[in-house]
T-cell receptor, first 114, second 114 residues
């Protein structure tokens, strides 16, 4: 079945630095890749997503890149701020007959120090 | 516009008991998926409901069952609770058969089995 690996498990950066989180998926049929941010005790919140027909997508300080050949996708956060501190999850989805099921990575704990 | 709502927020049960968790999807969504998130892990897909039927199921035993009502709300039932069932149970809603794959999560029910 589908498997998603995520690295690193923890990432500490100084405010203003960039942060990069990488994921690898196993099923080449995966066609949708969202990223979620989860603060302690709160729900996962969708921050950005990308479809398999697009190589890169950007939304202000956040960008996602996708390499279908290598089955890699990455989250890039520039000019990090303390409020970016949270656990970030990548996910991959295969859409069968209108329905999708997300397979999540194990998460990256990002700590941004002032 | 209400988002995904879940109840209760916290629940404490003992081994062998049964539990029912409830979810109301985001307005306009017709599909409800349930995920289990163990401490320090990514969410794991349990099952998905559309038109009051289970459409997809993850690798969970038959002790986990669900239901969807005509108003699209859903319940997750777990029988014969085990200590290992302690986790955050997340409900997510989406719109199937559409070009919009976005999945939105509720705040979850924290289940503790003693």
């Amino acid at each position: 079945g589908e498997n998603v690996e995520q690295h690193p498990s923890t990432l500490s950066v100084q405010e203003g630095d960039s942060a990069v989180i990488k994921c690898t998926y196993s099923d080449s049929a995966s066609n949708y890749f969202p990223w979620y941010k989860q603060e302690l005790g709160k729900r996962p919140q969708l921050i950005i997503d990308i479809r398999s027909n697009v190589g890169e997508k950007k939304d202000q300080r956040i960008a996602v890149t996708l390499n279908k050949t290598a089955k890699h996708f990455s989250l890039h956060i520039t000019e990090t701020q303390p409020e970016d501190s949270a656990v970030y999850f990548c996910a991959a989805s295969i859409r069968y007959t209108g329905f999708q099921k997300l397979v999540f990575g194990t998460g990256t704990r990002l700590l941004v120090s002032p | 516009d209400a988002g995904v709502t879940q109840s209760p927020t916290h629940l404490i049960k003992t081994r062998g008991q049964q539990v029912t968790l409830r979810c109301s999807p985001k307005s306009g969504h017709d599909t409800v998926s349930w995920y289990q998130q163990a401490l320090g892990q990514g969410p794991q897909f349990i099952f998905q409901y559309y038109e009051e039927e289970e459409r997809q199921r993850g690798n969970f035993p038959d002790r986990f069952s669900g239901h969807q009502f005509p108003n699209y709300s859903s319940e997750l039932n777990v029988n014969a609770l085990l200590l290992g069932d302690s986790a955050l149970y997340l409900c997510a809603s989406s719109l199937s058969y559409s070009s919009n794959e976005k999945l939105f999560f509720g705040s979850g029910t924290q289940l503790s089995v003693l």
